[in-house]
């Protein structure tokens, strides 16, 4: 196997080798159930991950995620509610509205960035409390609930023991991989972020790209957000707290690089599930509530060393 | 390093400080023009600003904490917006520099309750209130060795609840569902949490009584539904059939715990804390066995309550017992059979209190470990 062989599998060994070690002290770590577990965590997290994928590719920073689930998550909640409480009437129109919604969110959050020249790292991070606060400002505080048992069946409806909401965020996983490798955008995100000089003179229009970009987060975004109501079967203005801590770990963890141009949305995945293994297999195998945080930090660092080539850059701000 | 760079440095530090401060004050002062406007309506508050200083406003607790501030300023014959939300966002640093920025503005003439945010800072907001001639109540965070009368006048009372007892009920109450035996794993919040540790020892305490009870596992889920559906989850991978029962520090846990079940079709007697509303219309539906109400509304009430009628000389606080300036807030148990009237008593129309029984509710000095 060649190094950079190796390296682009790297992610996915650390993943088995996770899985492994669990799984000899805790026979019960792999089991079914437990997978099926492991993806209701997984899935919001995935698609947030997915979406702030795109934007590290092109070298920049999403940071809204949190705001942008939480307010999308409760604008849906309230909007079934309105439309009747169920999606299998009118409430199915909900779903449209909150994933366009969620494209209309990205492009403001990416506008400002662009057209105010602030960094995404800042315009990002201001959106995202403007979306708690927009939550707190919808809900009052309160808790909405959605007891619509059809479109519950996202978490309790099974096919071959995994919950309907993890074949969704498979399916918008390869929509992602689509737009990734297929699209002309998708290419641009890898022009952009290795390079935006050479982007902008070779006539991409840079600007555009990076708009769009922030939209299909924000989309992802509003698909995390349906996803999180149908685990939880309520929204409020923290429901997409710890989102952000998640996505952003799992990418860097799954071997995209903060610097752009590297890796994309299988990395996420992966990214995302070692993550996730990591945190289910700490309670599993009995790890004392008081390590736990700090032993996530040092596997975290670990699984960074081993998964990302950093030989192959002269310096890491 | 010379001893002038030191100096130096050491007054540029206190100089950044210092401004540091005063655009936090600056900012709070812009963002509640309302508070320090001339205000026509303090003639009805015998010219004593109201303030409520707290976390934030994205949880049914404090808001109902606010709406008990609101409604003892309303008994004064003033506009509930006339007392001034102070909020810290969870920073200790804000809460201090708000409470100072609002005792400035009005020239010490304040009523201020507040939660401090963490136990060291309500030393610090006791004595600014007590140097600036205003007065204070607070709730929940305070040290131990911190007290009312060690202060002054100016720190008229603290209130807090007690976790323990109410949780060990509530506890009794699971035990009881599952016939008395069988594993139990508890779900518990920020570890260094006051509640947090009283409401686990309330599991254990409870646990005394019955001896074929076994505590699986206690892991903290941080107050946080989604951080309970999934600690709920490995559980079930570790315990599998063993868990028999679900005890959570509070409700906000218990709504992750029965989502977490539900995805697998599986039915668990689950406790909670802190009588939300959405909690109890579960206990009247039975999927939670029981929670435990603490009368958010009464307290965040009496709390500004007694701040400011001590300030107008309606009673002297030094002439007071110990339990009149630290005392539990009251805590009632929700079950099954009494869900359906305690929610006409509680929820559905908030009771009217008298707040110039000022101990009515109490439920005893607060006791130290």
Redesign the interface.
Known sequence: MTRENLLKWAPVLVLIALVLFFSAI?P??L?L??FA??S??ASPALMVAVGVTFIIVMGSIDLSMEGAVSALAVIFCYMLVWLGGSVAGLGLLAVPATLLLGLGVGAINGLIHVRLRIPSFMSSLAMGFVG?GAA?LMT????V?IDDEVF?AL??YRMLGF?LMAYVALGFLLLAWVIQSYTRLGRNFYAVGGGEDLAHASGVNVKRVRVLGFALAGFFFAVAGLL?VA????A????G??LMFISITSVVVGGVALWGGIGGVWNALVGVLIVSVI??GM??I?IP??IQDGLLGVLVIIAVILSTDRRSVAFVK | MSNFIKTYVQQEKINRRNLLLATAAGLTATAMPRAFGPGAAMADSGGWALAWSYRDRASAYWNAIVSGGEAYTESLGLKKEDMTNLINEGSSEKSLADIKAFLAKNGGKAAIACDANDSPNARPVAEAVRDAGGYISTIWNKTDDLHPWDIGDNYVAHLSWSGEKPSAEAAKILFDAMGGEGGVVHLGGIPANIPAIERLNGLKVAMKDYPKIELLDTQPADWDTTKAAELMSSYLTKYGDKIKGVHCANDNMAYGVLQALKAEGINLPVTAFDGNPEAVDMVMKGDLLATVFTNPHWGGGIALALAHQAAIGKFKPSEEPNEHREFYGPSILVTKADAENFKKTYLDSTPKYDWTDRWGLSAGQIVYK
Do not use: C, M, W, Y
């Not at chain 1, 009052?140 to 808790?143: D, K, L, M, Q």
């Not at chain 1, 685990?231 to 309520?234: E, V, Y």
């Open positions: 805790n019960n770590f089991s159930r437990n577990r492991l209701i965590a708690t707190v009052g505080g309160n808790i609930k519950r978490l309790t919950p999180q685990k939880l079967g309520q409020e203005s923290v429901t707290s710890n945190n289910n309670i599993v009995g509530d008081f």
